[in-house]
């Protein structure tokens, strides 16, 4: 780890603050790991998600589900997520980053133990709609804080690291699953699977508990000065900070509500258009395919439930290579160029593979499955997010993220609840001929609204509009 070093702020000027953020001087290797303790919720969100679709062959049996109640329980976590991002986003930017950090976890415990003990299909879903309000609430403080606590140059990859983690979390979801398979754990498999969520979210509740602070940036505009010193000092590299100003911080706080009103306004609306449509699209896209990948799997290479769990974790390799890979390079590529590649790989994948089950050309569909992952994760999943995430200044950050989940998670209600429907009422090759709509509606936003958020001075920005007095950042050792 670097030594630690000193450094002379003006905590009157949220500029000196989020300079030294930027420039990346007074990180450590601690950040990295308060990044990802940040990111914990969407493992957690991941890992629930995958180890229900899991279920979902056990279900249909158990509980005689007929398509359209799958359906619902397929998206009704989504359904409370919408309610739980909106509403996060408005606090995210009210509150802070802490507080909204601790409270969602223990939706996620609370539901993942009540979900496994469920004796009937209504409370299954009233657990999973408290799941998804505890995911709804994550996302908005998760990837806003990450934002603000990473340095500019490598921002885009400390946010993309989000959907890492996602893939991660559905491997170890279907390897868990295989383990207690194998320990004979019968018709009550999907049952200790989903409950075994409720372990991952203790130990990040714990560990957000011991190690998360405030985000220093959200801290700059709206605490006093001796808290941005304090937050700079725990979480940061940095042993003494001189503060070159006195009293309160200049900025004075704004309503939440004025946020979700200026991420629409002229200079905001097609950033907020064009996040949206990414975040829709390819969340209908994405959960048509991901929540039935199990049964796709079954169709694919047996009805032995064994083959859903291994077809399942062999496929999600394929989102763990392409995550990677944008999180790698997307400081260098920008975010906008790998949607749209992501998006040609997806169109050109979905009516593909439903062609090759058609003509019984499996192996050829299982290629094409793999590489819808691949192009999907390198592309648009991230990076509706990442648009949100990095299009919008501190202030208004929460409230955009919000919105960009909410209109995710309609985008999966949309892909999960039409799967179904769809796929016993027309088959398995139209279902996926349709799926491609998605792919090519969010191909043709993002070509005709032509913003990066890669290298604008977003927070600079916000600043000038305030009309407030911009000041560089003193740094270095004194």
């Not at 593909?352 to 192009?375: E, M, N, R, Y």
């Amino acid at each position: 780890m670097n030594s630690k070093q000193s450094y002379q702020i003006d905590t009157r000027n949220p500029m000196s603050v989020i300079n030294l953020i930027d420039s990346g001087e007074a990180h450590g290797k601690n950040s990295l790991v308060l990044s990802l303790i940040a990111l914990g919720g969407v493992f957690v969100d991941a890992y629930d998600f995958s180890s229900l679709s899991i279920g979902t062959i056990q279900l249909q049996h158990e509980m005689h589900l007929a398509g359209w109640e799958l359906g619902l329980i397929s998206s009704a976590m989504a359904f409370s997520a919408v309610f739980g991002a909106l509403v996060g986003g408005h606090f995210v930017d009210k509150i802070g980053r802490l507080k909204m950090f601790l409270l969602d976890l223990y939706f996620f415990v609370i539901s993942a133990v009540g979900a496994s003990l469920a004796p009937n299909l209504a409370i299954l879903i009233f657990f999973r709609l408290m799941m998804g309000l505890g995911a709804g609430l994550d996302f908005p403080v998760a990837l806003s804080f990450v934002a603000e606590f990473s340095p500019a140059k490598i921002r885009g990859r400390f946010v993309n690291l989000s959907y890492v983690n996602w893939y991660i979390a559905a491997i170890a979801g279907y390897l868990f699953t295989y383990i207690v398979y194998e320990l004979g754990a019968g018709n009550n498999l999907w049952r200790y699977a989903v409950g075994f969520g409720a372990v991952p979210a203790l130990i990040i509740l714990v560990l957000r508990y011991k190690y998360m602070e405030e985000s220093p940036m959200w801290a700059a505009h709206r605490r006093k000065s001796q808290d941005v010193i304090n937050i700079l000092k725990k979480s940061l590299n940095v042993e003494r900070v001189e503060d070159l100003s006195v009293g309160e911080l200049s900025m004075t706080p704004h309503s939440s509500t004025r946020n979700f009103r200026q991420i629409f306004s002229s200079r905001y609306a097609m950033r907020t258009l064009l996040a949206s449509s990414i975040a829709f699209t390819q969340s209908i896209e994405y959960f048509a395919v991901i929540f039935y990948l199990p049964i796709i799997a079954q169709m694919l290479f047996g009805h032995r439930l064994l083959y859903a769990i291994l077809g399942g974790m062999f496929f999600s390799f394929f989102g763990v290579i392409g995550s990677i890979s944008q999180a790698w390079i997307c400081d260098r590529t920008g975010i906008r160029k790998l949607a749209l590649v992501g998006y040609a790989i997806a169109g050109v994948s979905l009516p593909i593979i439903g062609l090759a089950h058609g003509f019984g050309l499996l192996p050829l569909a299982a290629v094409f499955v793999s590489l819808f992952l691949l192009g999907h994760s390198l592309g648009p999943g991230p990076q509706g997010m990442a648009m949100a995430a990095l299009s919008f200044p501190t202030m208004l950050r929460g409230s955009a993220i919000g919105w960009t989940q909410g209109m995710l998670r309609v985008g999966s209600i949309v892909g999960s609840f039409a799967f179904p429907l769809l796929l016993g009422a027309v088959g398995f090759n139209a279902t996926f001929q349709l799926l491609m709509l998605a792919p090519l509606a969010g191909g043709l936003v993002t070509l005709l609204i032509r913003w990066e958020p890669i290298g604008k001075p977003i927070e600079e920005e916000w600043c000038q509009s305030q009309e407030m007095e911009l000041e560089p950042v003193t740094d270095g050792q004194v």
